[in-house]
């Protein structure tokens, strides 16, 4: 079980995360799109609109929206199972590769130690002490 520094550590982390991705260039995701983003690229096999809705615990319309707009944004396709042609296969593709990879380096970013700042009445001496020595 995590301790409560662990679990502090971890809120940090997805705190640092989702503003890495909420301030980058462009759209951003929803966290059901990026709840079913993750589950397209991180789990092994094929992804249909009825085993993401079983998997996340939402209606599978709110799969399709969230599909719809992943699919605007070229990180997934959709095509139909030629097994079963009432199925719908989610694909990955190249930006969503590519959004995955960089989503690694933000989290790996974002878990690096902060330098603690300084206090106040500190940085003060430090500046006082700083000044006296380029006299």
């Known amino acids: 079980m995590a301790t409560t520094d662990e679990t502090e550590s971890?809120?940090?982390v997805l705190r640092?995360?989702?503003l890495a991705l909420v301030r980058r260039e462009g759209s951003d995701l929803s966290a059901r799109q990026l709840a079913v983003c993750l589950t397209c690229?991180?789990?092994?096999?094929?992804?249909t609109v009825r085993g993401l809705a079983a998997t996340l615990d939402v209606s599978k319309p709110a799969i399709t929206r969230a599909l719809?707009?992943?699919a605007e944004f070229d990180l997934v396709r959709r095509k139909t199972d030629p097994a079963d042609r009432r199925s719908v296969l989610v694909q990955r593709t190249p930006k969503g590769?590519?959004?995955?990879?960089d989503l690694r380096?933000?989290?790996?970013?974002?878990a690096k130690p902060k330098p603690v700042a300084a206090e106040p009445a500190a940085r003060k001496k430090a500046a006082a002490k700083s000044a006296r020595t380029t006299r």
């Not at 380096?105 to 974002?110: D, F, G, R, S």
């Open 10 to 12: 971890l809120v940090g």
């Open 16 to 18: 640092g995360t989702m």
């Open 41 to 47: 690229y991180l789990e092994s096999e094929a992804q």
């Open 68 to 70: 719809d707009r992943l």
């Open 97 to 101: 590769t590519a959004f995955l990879r």
């Open 105 to 110: 380096a933000i989290m790996k970013e974002a």
